[in-house]
């Protein structure tokens, strides 16, 4: 069975323009989230979907982030337009339940320069 | 505001020594804790998964304990190997959060000798 997958694995852009990452989560999961770790920080939760729907996004950094998970099935989480501040590695998790074990992916690694 | 702080941050050791790894938590209301591994340039592979309700978890040579009331967890390695070698991140899901917003520490950087 395949695990949480995300891409692209790496990704350099120059500050104002746009990037989408995607992530697909395992087979089965209702439960999506992304989390993101910048330079010398810990991981910090950004979102959560249940299906479709955005359950919590209270960690969005702000309104140039923009996650979507259409049909309930991938993620794509947009950065427009990129910062440099928003370099850093962005994970893709899922869980089966809400509250059980959670499987991520092997992120993405964002460079604004 | 929970908080998780993993001790020691990097740590060196011969092969075949047992360690243990240190995460203390800020608010004991949690739901589980859940151990992870990181390789160089990877995702996070999922060790050990602690609910609230239990004390300890076993997994090879892995074995991770629960302290709830005092807001510890231990991860025990046994006879550690240099595949072992890997950051160790220690995460909590607290109570009354829905969901699954994890709040993880710095991880503990374990470098095995051969």
């Known amino acids: 069975e395949a695990g949480v997958t995300q891409f692209p694995s790496h990704s350099v852009i120059e500050k104002g323009q746009t990037v989408t990452l995607r992530c697909d989560p395992i087979s089965g999961h209702d439960n999506l989230y992304w989390y993101r770790r910048v330079m010398g920080k810990e991981i910090k939760f950004l979102l959560h979907f249940v299906k479709e729907s955005k359950q919590d996004e209270s960690g969005m950094p702000n309104n140039r982030f923009l996650a979507e998970r259409t049909g309930g099935t991938y993620s794509t989480l947009k950065v427009q337009p990129a910062e440099l501040e928003d370099s850093g590695v962005y994970f893709c998790?899922?869980?089966?339940?809400?509250?059980?074990?959670?499987?991520f992916g092997q992120g993405t690694r964002l460079t604004v320069v | 505001k929970q908080e998780v702080t993993q001790i020691p941050a990097a740590l060196s050791v011969p092969e075949g020594e047992n360690l243990v790894l240190n995460c203390s938590f800020t608010d004991s209301a949690i739901y589980n804790l859940q151990w992870f591994r990181q390789d160089p340039g990877k995702g996070l592979t999922s060790l050990l998964l602690i609910q609230s309700s239990q004390r300890e978890q076993t997994s090879g040579r892995l074995n991770a304990s629960l302290d709830k009331s005092s807001g510890r967890s231990t991860l025990y390695i046994a006879a550690s190997q240099p595949g072992d070698s890997a950051t160790y991140l220690c995460?909590?899901?607290?109570?009354?959060?829905?969901?699954?917003?994890?709040?993880f520490g710095a991880g503990t950087i374990l470098r095995v000798k051969s």
């Open positions: 995460a909590v899901l607290p109570l009354g959060e829905y969901g699954n917003k994890l709040v």
């Open positions: 998790a899922s869980t089966l339940l809400m509250g059980t074990e959670a499987f």
